[in-house]
């Protein structure tokens, strides 16, 4: 029986901004169903590694593998439907102030899907409701505390049921 192919694989990946080298030398892969961490201190790269491998950044050497795919390689509907295998958790939320929290996590299903407002609104309370926030979807991100913000940034990333979540500093900052 073969074992199944990596979800994620990074090669000899080596990352950086302009000339500065970050981190090089970089593999590793992640099974489906895995929850793998990368650890480190603060500005060693952690951050600017997801950024390389979730495609918002292109490597300056090796490659990020998602489902057998090139993330720097793809382009058009392409990198599209890929991108649409993860949800991303970035390090401060990235919510949007001006949407209340059930808006912040509707946006992905109003975007990508063509469900109607109703099953919309269900899913994204449905969400919120497994990160304890339910009763608080009428509130603005500036109401809430900065892990009550990371929480709803975790349910927006997991709206479109992802394949892969992607979490930068999941546990900092939690209450």
């Known amino acids: 029986m073969s074992e199944a192919a990596p ?15 970050t981190l090089t030398g970089v593999s590793f ?3 489906q169903g895995e929850v793998f961490g990368i650890l ?7 951050s600017t590694l997801l950024k390389n491998m979730i495609g918002l950044y292109r490597p300056m ?22 991108i649409r295998k993860f949800g991303v958790m970035y390090q401060l939320g990235a919510l949007f102030g001006s949407m209340t929290l059930l808006a912040n996590v509707r946006l992905p299903l109003e975007e990508y899907t063509d469900l109607p407002d109703e099953a919309i609104d269900l899913i994204a309370r449905m969400k919120l409701d497994l990160v304890g926030l339910a009763p608080a979807a009428a ?20 709206a479109l049921d992802p394949t892969i979540l992607f979490l930068d500093e999941p546990s900092a900052g939690l209450d």
Do not use: F, H
């Open 139 to 158: 509130l603005m991100p500036a109401e809430l505390s900065g892990g009550m913000r990371k929480r709803v940034a975790i349910a927006r990333a997991m």
């Open 29 to 31: 892969e992640v099974k």
């Open 61 to 82: 050497a090796g490659r990020v593998l998602i489902d057998g795919t090139d993330i720097a390689a793809v382009e058009g509907d392409e990198r599209s439907a890929l």
């Open 7 to 21: 979800i994620i694989r990074v090669e000899d990946l080596t990352v950086g901004y302009g000339r500065t080298v």
């Open 40 to 46: 480190g201190g603060s500005g060693c790269g952690k």
